[in-house]
């Protein structure tokens, strides 16, 4: 998948855990899980603004493009 979620990674520079992150933004654990592990197939401006404003930080920091090479395809 050529787009990657580093929310993971963002939480763990923020020391904040799913559960924090879950009752700030107010997304449900499992909504949350989803897109943290990159199982989401879309995210809200909303919601993407709202994890942002939390956790201090771009849109760029949670969401990254990676080109696919045509082994891939």
Same mark, same amino acid.
């Given at each position: 998948?050529?787009?990657?979620?580093? /929310?993971?990674?963002m939480?763990?520079?923020?020391?904040?855990?799913?559960?924090?992150l879950?009752?700030?933004?107010? /997304? $449900?654990?499992?909504?949350?899980?989803? /897109?943290k $592990?990159?199982?989401?197939?879309?995210?809200?401006?909303?919601?993407?603004?709202?994890?942002?404003?939390?956790?201090?930080? +771009?849109?760029?920091?949670? /969401?990254?493009?990676?080109? +696919? $090479?045509?082994?891939?395809?």
């Amino acid at each position: 998948m050529p787009i990657v979620v580093n /929310l993971d990674v963002m939480m763990a520079k923020r020391k904040m855990s799913l559960n924090e992150l879950s009752e700030k933004v107010g /997304l $449900t654990l499992a909504n949350l899980s989803i /897109l943290k $592990t990159g199982k989401a197939k879309a995210i809200r401006f909303s919601t993407l603004e709202s994890i942002c404003d939390v956790l201090n930080c +771009q849109p760029g920091d949670i /969401l990254e493009y990676t080109e +696919q $090479t045509a082994d891939h395809l």
